[in-house]
């Protein structure tokens, strides 16, 4: 478990040694955000003096990803550092080559070696069918309700399904006459035929070209 506050000394002390001219105003106790999900740090400046925020996700992160956004923030309180600029980019450089750390503008979960909370938190999971490729989002919206009025970059169709891998009831059902319908337990695709098949008789059989279980509903 990382302690913020004495790594914050360990992160000043390094940046020092190498002369990048870090504030000497800043909050010795680092805030914690229990909500970021996918911004890991923050440094926001408070009449003369800066303060450091960082997401609770790091509390358990390897340590060299919490001293590497806390070296980020720190570079944020040099003179001309609020943004990403050149000026930031070069001290994060010499960060960087002294120390190892990997400070960019933005770093992935997987580079920091925490859980993607975008992925973990999201209650809905869409997924192309042509090329396969998948987003999530958190709330219901016009997407998740109409799945089949958008299409992928690829052009393929959309589907929609839940976290838990449960099928979402979303678009009204099309009447269909089909006199059998097969539902598949994952995506939520239906499958209809007009004739009976060893498929509609034993739908626990196979499974959907998602690998998903088929249900018999019609």
Known sequence: MNDFDVLLVKVKREAKKIGIPISDNIDSRI????RAKTRYGRCTKKGNSFVIELSSILIDAPEISCRQTIAHELIHTCPGCMDHGDRFRYYASKMNNAYGYNISRTNSAEEMGVPDRRKTDAKFI???RKCGSSFTRTKRSAL???PSKYRCKCGGELYVRTNTNEPVQSEAPAVSSANYILLCLKCGRKIQRQR????IKNPSAYRCSCGGMLKRIR
């Open 144 to 146: 998740i309700d109409s």
């Open 126 to 128: 869409i997924t192309c």
């Open 196 to 199: 009976m098949s060893a498929a």
């Open 31 to 34: 805030a914690v955000n229990t």
